[in-house]
């Protein structure tokens, strides 16, 4: 526990602002921050992030929109971006984040990079039965039905590693399996928030945050047939997962890393008495740096980071690289300045808010109406890019978050430097969708 300052109240306020009240909720938000502070809005998007924006529409003109494509360039310069960010540490590559099986696949073949990071039992049963042999679950399951395929093969036994982070959940896996099932591979999910006096900064998962509450439930799993504990894994989303907006978010996140890493080997010493860990996991595209000194974590995990969606504009460890965008077409001029793209309607998961909207990038100038915003069937925007724009003339957005995009649509444009397309199927093209 730590106590509050002047500093950290601050921050908790705008942790509470990214992450809102229904997953990194700070209890003492309401009596603890003086109303007088204003929490800083997303800036407008930086034009110099895409630098080649009219080669991936020329290259794209054939296709019908809407559409997605990936800069595959950038992406791929991202990628050996976050290898030389984790400096030596094996990447599991969040799958939730991509969304596209040849992708994920492909990452994997990289230098660098080591299993998948699945957020569905379903899901990662579909990943090993398409050649993807280490996949970590990161969420609990109840799902029935993937424990029964889970049981049915071999391979996904041995490839698979489930979450846990309650004695409940080995008793509603063993109600799902019957007694006497295979040894089922399991991790526990760790909360690794940071707690400063009564506020939470962090998201809202695990009840296991102490050594103790680690140790007693490693040794409850240990005394349990059918369950093999292997792994241990930290998500330290309020490092990670939060843009470093200001001086007092930065003082948040170094002393929320020292206290974690602190904690993290105290966790790792008390369950290793209950068990052979092999698998040790922390961190995630905006913390790679940071979680990747401690030397006790096995592994770090990423996978937003190779499109670079407007939620991670603004970390100084990085530079920004956006390569994943959609296409719109403007159907409608109904003013001068004013041009009506059709669809668009994108918003990312999370507290509701401006930086949660698509954003469009080119041509450079436009931004929503007020009145309507990013809609269902049309999105009107305004500028003095509009003026020059007609109908039938495309517009290029960002999505604020990386995998979500990618449910959007059956099927994403890769673009190469030389201008030629492949078009590869998304898990929604696939006839897959896991929640």
Same mark, same amino acid.
């Given at each position: 526990?730590?106590?509050?300052t002047?500093?950290?109240?601050?921050? %908790?306020?705008?942790?509470?602002?990214?992450?809102?009240? +229904?997953?990194g909720e700070?209890?003492?938000?309401?009596?603890c921050?003086?109303q007088?502070?204003? =929490?800083?809005?997303r800036?407008?998007?930086?034009?110099?992030? %895409?630098?080649n924006?009219?080669?991936?529409?020329?290259?794209?003109?054939?296709? /019908?929109?809407?559409?997605?494509?990936i800069?595959? !360039?950038?992406?791929?310069r991202?990628?050996?971006?976050?290898?030389?960010?984790?400096?030596?540490v094996?990447?599991? #590559?969040?799958?939730?984040s991509?969304?596209v099986?040849?992708?994920?696949?492909?990452?994997?073949?990289?230098?660098?990079?080591?299993?998948?990071?699945s957020?569905?039992?379903?899901?990662?049963?579909?990943l %090993?039965?398409?050649?993807v042999d280490?996949? =970590?679950?990161?969420y609990?399951?109840v799902?029935?039905?993937?424990?029964?395929?889970?049981?049915?093969? !071999?391979?996904?036994?041995?490839s698979?590693t489930?979450?846990v $982070? @309650?004695?409940?959940?080995?008793e509603?896996? $063993?109600?799902?399996?019957g007694?006497g099932?295979?040894?089922i591979?399991?991790?526990?999910?760790?909360?690794?928030?940071?707690?400063?006096?009564?506020?939470?900064?962090? #998201?809202?998962?695990?009840?296991?945050?102490?050594?103790r509450?680690?140790?007693n439930?490693?040794?409850?799993?240990?005394?349990r047939?059918g369950?093999?504990l292997?792994?241990?894994m930290?998500?330290?989303? /309020?490092?990670?997962?939060?843009p470093?907006?200001?001086?007092?978010?930065?003082?948040?996140?170094?002393?929320s890393?020292a206290?974690?890493?602190?904690?993290?080997?105290r966790?790792?010493?008390a369950?290793?008495q209950h068990?052979?860990?092999? =698998?040790?996991?922390? +961190?995630g595209?905006?913390?790679?740096?940071t979680?990747?000194? $401690?030397?006790?974590?096995?592994?770090?995990?990423a996978?937003s980071?190779?499109f670079?969606?407007?939620?991670? $504009?603004?970390?100084?460890?990085?530079?920004p690289?956006?390569? @994943?965008?959609?296409?719109l077409?403007? %159907?409608?001029?109904p003013?001068?300045?004013?041009?009506?793209c059709?669809?668009?309607?994108y918003i990312?998961?999370g507290?509701?808010?401006?930086?949660?909207?698509p954003?469009?990038?080119?041509?450079e100038g436009?931004?929503y109406?007020?009145t309507?915003?990013?809609?269902e069937?049309?999105s009107?925007?305004?500028g003095?890019?509009?003026? @020059?724009?007609?109908?039938?003339d495309r517009?290029?957005?960002?999505?604020?978050?990386?995998?979500?995009?990618?449910?959007?649509?059956? /099927?994403?444009?890769?673009?190469?430097?030389? +201008?030629?397309v492949?078009?590869?199927p998304?898990?929604?093209?696939?006839?897959?969708?896991?929640?």
């Amino acid at each position: 526990m730590v106590s509050m300052t002047p500093g950290t109240i601050v921050t %908790v306020a705008l942790v509470e602002r990214h992450y809102g009240s +229904g997953t990194g909720e700070c209890a003492a938000t309401a009596t603890c921050v003086p109303q007088a502070i204003e =929490l800083p809005r997303r800036p407008t998007y930086i034009l110099e992030h %895409v630098t080649n924006a009219t080669h991936l529409l020329e290259a794209t003109s054939h296709l /019908q929109t809407p559409f997605a494509l990936i800069d595959s !360039e950038a992406m791929w310069r991202n990628a050996q971006d976050l290898v030389r960010r984790a400096n030596g540490v094996p990447i599991r #590559v969040a799958t939730k984040s991509i969304r596209v099986l040849s992708i994920i696949k492909t990452v994997l073949t990289l230098d660098g990079f080591q299993g998948a990071m699945s957020y569905s039992l379903a899901e990662a049963n579909w990943l %090993v039965d398409n050649g993807v042999d280490d996949v =970590l679950v990161a969420y609990p399951s109840v799902d029935a039905e993937a424990y029964r395929e889970l049981f049915k093969d !071999e391979k996904r036994l041995n490839s698979i590693t489930v979450m846990v $982070d @309650s004695i409940e959940a080995l008793e509603v896996i $063993d109600s799902l399996c019957g007694s006497g099932h295979a040894p089922i591979r399991i991790c526990i999910d760790v909360d690794s928030s940071f707690k400063v006096g009564p506020a939470h900064l962090g #998201v809202r998962r695990s009840p296991i945050h102490s050594p103790r509450q680690a140790k007693n439930l490693a040794a409850a799993i240990g005394e349990r047939p059918g369950f093999k504990l292997v792994g241990l894994m930290f998500y330290d989303a /309020q490092i990670a997962g939060v843009p470093d907006t200001s001086p007092a978010v930065r003082v948040m996140k170094n002393r929320s890393s020292a206290e974690l890493m602190r904690r993290r080997r105290r966790v790792i010493r008390a369950v290793s008495q209950h068990a052979d860990l092999t =698998l040790i996991n922390g +961190g995630g595209t905006g913390s790679l740096e940071t979680t990747g000194k $401690d030397k006790n974590l096995t592994e770090l995990a990423a996978g937003s980071g190779l499109f670079t969606p407007t939620l991670f $504009d603004e970390y100084d460890a990085f530079e920004p690289n956006p390569s @994943s965008f959609f296409a719109l077409s403007v %159907v409608r001029k109904p003013a001068p300045n004013i041009v009506t793209c059709f669809a668009g309607g994108y918003i990312a998961s999370g507290p509701a808010g401006q930086n949660r909207v698509p954003t469009p990038v080119w041509p450079e100038g436009l931004e929503y109406l007020g009145t309507e915003g990013a809609g269902e069937v049309q999105s009107p925007l305004k500028g003095k890019a509009a003026e @020059s724009l007609a109908i039938g003339d495309r517009v290029l957005f960002r999505h604020a978050k990386a995998g979500e995009m990618c449910e959007r649509f059956n /099927q994403v444009a890769l673009v190469s430097p030389e +201008g030629s397309v492949t078009i590869v199927p998304t898990y929604r093209g696939e006839g897959k969708n896991f929640g």
